[in-house]
């Protein structure tokens, strides 16, 4: 699986994005897939994550959605609201199973960053 992630941009604080994960080689709709955002120096954070439920974290609920087309092979995240703290490089992942996890480690494949940063 080949996943390629863009959307990413330089927005002010409160504004949106929508960021995309498309996949090549194999469907979305067995498996689960997540958003993790990265600064520099930190590890990989859970940002939210999609399969069999949806489940995000605490820091984006009310702000972020997550939703997937499977004709287009896409999963998308709508950042609405944002925050100079959202500002990361983001990154989708797939997984073999349908059940999301928020565990960095729990996903087989990864796509490329995409960089977010919101201005204040």
């Known amino acids: 699986v080949q996943l390629q992630a863009s959307g990413g941009g330089l927005v002010q604080a409160g504004g949106s994005l929508r960021l995309s994960c498309a996949a090549s080689?194999?469907?979305?709709?067995?498996?689960?897939t997540g958003w993790f955002l990265q600064s520099p120096g930190k590890d990989r954070e859970f940002v939210a994550a999609i399969g069999t439920f949806t489940y995000y974290a605490d820091s984006v609920k009310g702000r972020f959605t997550i939703s997937r087309d499977n004709a287009k092979n896409t999963v998308y995240l709508q950042m609405n609201s944002l925050k100079p703290e959202d500002t990361a490089v983001y990154y989708c992942?797939?997984?073999?199973?349908?059940?999301?996890?928020?565990?960095?480690?729990?996903?087989?494949?990864w796509g490329q960053g995409t960089q977010v940063t919101v201005s204040s």
């Open positions: 992942a797939a997984r073999a199973s349908a059940i999301p996890v928020v565990v960095a480690r729990g996903y087989d494949y």
């Open positions: 080689g194999r469907t979305f709709s067995g498996q689960a």
